[in-house]
């Protein structure tokens, strides 16, 4: 059980269009849902803190207006990255929190390339 | 939360019990060390979490020192699929997984054949 998906896998896209990322708990609901971003040969970085019907929490440098985070089920978080730039070309995972545990569970992640 | 400190890299040969230690000197009181593990290119993976107590499950066992600050998780019989980075976090409980989680540098775990 705890399984999180999250589509696609891998993205390619032209600079200035708009990229949706969907993550999904598969057999849970989940309270709560994150977002992290990860370049090379570096950490995982969070981004963002959604839950679901509210707004996102969105971590300090992190633009709110570029990286559009929606929750609209118990099951199902989006990111969209507008106006994409090369330089947001990265490793964008998502996790989520299980309603009364303690563990994150994380979906596969997506990369993408922004050209 | 409060810093962790890892080594960044440890080798292991195969079929060997791995430790990998993690140093928290600053845990307070209401805070838990977790330990995830990212193998290259995936997601990261929850292993193991506790407060004071020993811990172990069917991936690992978790030894925290009487002081707690510092801790060692143990992979019993490391096989070549465990190469990953592994990651040691100390953060309060928070219920329902309400919090971001910190991710330091961790150590990269190579299993040798």
């Known amino acids: 059980g705890a399984v999180v998906s999250q589509h696609p896998s891998r993205v390619i896209c032209k600079s200035g269009t708009s990229v949706k990322i969907e993550c999904r708990s598969l057999?849970?609901?989940?309270?709560?849902m994150f977002w992290y971003r990860q370049f090379p040969k570096q950490s995982l970085m969070l981004m963002a803190t959604?839950?679901?019907?509210?707004?996102?929490?969105?971590e300090q440098g992190v633009e709110k207006d570029k990286f559009l985070i929606n929750h609209a089920s118990l099951t199902l978080s989006t990111l969209t990255v507008t106006s994409a730039h090369p330089e947001d070309s990265s490793f964008y995972i998502c996790?989520?929190?299980?309603?009364?545990?303690?563990?994150?569970?994380f979906g596969p992640g997506t990369r993408l390339l922004v050209l | 939360d409060a810093k962790t400190t890892q080594p960044t890299s440890m080798d292991c040969a195969e079929g060997r019990a791995a430790n990998l230690p993690c140093n928290h000197s600053t845990i307070s009181g209401n805070e838990y060390v977790y330990w995830y593990r990212q193998i290259h290119s995936q997601g990261p993976q929850y292993i193991i979490h506790g407060l004071k107590n020993n811990e172990t499950n069917e991936m690992a066992s978790l030894i925290i020192t009487e002081d707690r600050k510092s801790s060692t998780l143990i992979l019993p019989h490391a096989t070549l699929r465990d190469t990953a980075v592994y990651y040691c976090?100390?953060?309060?409980?928070?219920?329902?997984?309400?919090?971001?989680?910190?991710f330091g540098k961790g150590t990269h775990l190579i299993i040798q054949p």
């Open positions: 057999d849970f609901q989940a309270t709560t």
């Open positions: 996790s989520a929190g299980r309603v009364r545990q303690e563990t994150q569970y």
């Open positions: 959604s839950n679901e019907g509210s707004k996102a929490t969105y």
């Open positions: 976090i100390s953060r309060p409980y928070s219920g329902g997984g309400a919090d971001g989680l910190t």
